[in-house]
């Protein structure tokens, strides 16, 4: 018994940061619209003084198969990566990714009333994982780098890619995307110079 309750212990510890994400998200969801309304980015309810929109934001969402994707690309990106980066070095890409998405949708998106869901986040995440491999002399993620690269430009260009907002039950925003880009960029370049500092100095 003594094995398995260290087994949990451990298993949770490991996985603080998809924990963090996914149980507050289905929370949001089972309470429905209740929750999910005030909880939702919302542009003139925060400029109204309700600021934590600015996180809960990305933790809502349009129903349980937009939810449903999100923690699929989530647990995805973890596998990935969830070893490169400190339980620490995570949470503050998360919510620097968190913020860039939301602050970033007032600043330069003043036509986007109101957003929810965790891509814009995923995407920062995805990219900071990409660049710690990289930094650890993985080479196969320059593709995933140029892979992602190349959705966001389809984005920006097309719009959403095909089929995604039938998945996701509404319409995708894609500037969330770019912006949670942004901020997975500035923070995995840091984590790359960081690592061939440390490097340098220990050689």
């Known amino acids: 018994m003594l094995n398995i309750l260290q087994y949990i212990f451990q298993f949770c510890k490991q996985n603080v940061i998809p924990f963090a994400l996914i149980l507050p998200a289905l929370c949001i969801s089972i309470a429905g619209d209740s929750l999910i309304i005030p909880m939702r980015y919302d542009r003139e309810a925060i400029f109204s003084g309700e600021i934590w929109r600015l996180i809960t934001g990305n933790l809502a969402h349009l129903g349980w198969p937009h939810l449903l994707m999100n923690l699929a690309s989530l647990m995805l ?13 995570w949470a503050i890409v998360a919510l620097v990714s968190s913020l860039f998405v939301t602050v970033g949708l007032m600043l330069f998106s003043p036509m986007t009333g ?5 891509s814009g986040m995923l995407h920062g995440l995805f990219i900071a994982g990409v660049f710690a491999n990289i930094a650890n002399g993985y080479k196969l993620e ?15 260009w ?19 995307h770019l912006y949670g880009a942004i901020a997975g960029l500035i923070a995995g370049i840091y984590i790359w110079i960081t690592h061939k500092t440390t490097t340098l100095n220990i050689s």
Not at 145 to 154: D, P, R
């Open 77 to 89: 990106i973890w596998m990935l990566f969830g070893k490169t980066l400190s339980t620490l070095t």
């Open 142 to 156: 320059y593709l995933l780098l140029v892979a992602v690269f190349a959705k966001l430009f389809w984005e920006q």
């Open 114 to 118: 109101w957003y929810v869901g965790l």
């Open 158 to 176: 097309y719009g959403p890619l095909p089929g995604s907002e039938s998945l996701a039950g509404g319409s995708v925003v894609v500037n969330s």
